[in-house]
């Protein structure tokens, strides 16, 4: 059996306007690596999006946003002709999905895009691939937008003690605070919402250019929350931070409110996903979950949906 030893020091005193930036030296415990993929347990979750149409993405299981709301531009409509399924350019075997966003301007018509799985994933280890950009495919680039794949539990209230989430957001042209492509990592214990805005959380940015492909885990398990970026850790958060309700699994491509170009032109942002997977209960590496993609894979199995709903079934707003 392999060991792996990962460690992480982080020693920063940065306040933004997502929360309060982890300032304590952290050294992730030790973790196992056995040489070959673990078998998978009951509950899981692995989509490829190997599929022709919207029709089959929404059979199993996947919410395509169009209630309005929070976040991004306020009036902004969230559309489902914002998601496609398209071959990938790199691979032409492989399909992927493709959420794109578009703005004429802050005063003209925004489309935001969001989709959701449904609300039933606690502890245990979430995953995806996914790829960044920095540029519009069309029109001028300067947008401040959040491209993401984040968990979250509804807000029942402001304040909510119960409210979970957890994020990774690429902001290719700054935001928040801070100029420049940067990737946040970020862990939610509450908010209040506008107008009496506050927040309580921690997070790690990462600063500079992430546009291209990138594997993001994110470990739940012992009251740690540990974040990977490409295999390598990230930042650790836990305390009160840690998750305490059952959360949804989402991506979103969105504006920045008052961070938008002052251009009529249209511009559209692209944020596309290979595959997204989740296995409750247990703490899989980046390693581990690199393998067990590639052996459904192998078995050409492109969609597993193993986590049982809770009993009475949970409400899956895709709304935020």
């Not at 020693?11 to 040489?35: R, Y």
């Not at 199993?60 to 991004?72: F, N, Q």
């Not at 994110?218 to 998750?243: C, S």
């Not at 944020?271 to 997977?277: L, P």
Request: aromatic share 12%.
């Amino acid at each position: 059996m392999l060991f792996v030893i990962a460690f992480l020091i982080i020693s920063v005193s940065v306040s933004a306007i997502t929360g309060t930036q982890t300032n304590s030296a952290i050294l992730l415990k030790p973790f196992a690596t056995p040489a070959t993929s673990p078998v998978l347990r009951t509950q899981v979750l692995f989509d490829d999006f190997s599929y022709i149409n919207k029709r089959q993405l929404k059979r199993h299981g996947w919410i395509l946003r169009t209630k309005p709301g929070w976040p991004g531009i306020p009036g902004a409509t969230w559309s489902e002709d914002g998601v496609t399924i398209v071959k990938d350019p790199g691979q032409p075997t492989n399909r992927i999905l493709r959420m794109t966003s578009s703005t004429e301007g802050p005063d003209a018509i925004t489309r935001q895009t969001q989709i959701c799985h449904e609300r039933k994933y606690f502890e245990g280890t979430y995953a995806a691939r996914v790829r960044f950009s920095d540029t519009p495919v069309n029109g001028p680039a300067g947008d401040q937008i959040v491209e993401s794949f984040y968990t979250i539990a509804p807000l029942k209230a402001p304040m909510d003690p119960e409210y979970s989430e957890l994020d990774y957001e690429y902001l290719p042209n700054g935001g928040w605070g801070i100029s420049g492509p940067t990737l946040y990592a970020t862990t939610w214990y509450t908010f209040s919402p506008e107008p009496n805005w506050k927040k309580d959380n921690v997070f790690q940015t990462m600063p500079g250019t992430q546009a291209g492909w990138h594997s993001l885990v994110t470990q739940v398990m012992d009251g740690k929350v540990r974040y990977f970026v490409d295999g390598k850790p990230f930042v650790e958060h836990g305390d009160k931070y840690y998750p305490r309700d059952i959360m949804s699994i989402n991506f979103n491509l969105w504006f920045i409110r008052d961070g938008m170009m002052k251009s009529s032109e249209e511009r559209q942002y692209q944020e596309d996903i290979d595959w997204v997977f989740f296995q409750a209960n247990t703490a899989l590496t980046p390693e581990q979950i690199e393998s067990t993609i590639a052996a459904l894979r192998r078995k050409r199995i492109s969609f597993r949906d193993t986590v049982p709903r809770r009993v009475p079934a949970l409400e899956s707003p895709c709304n935020f």
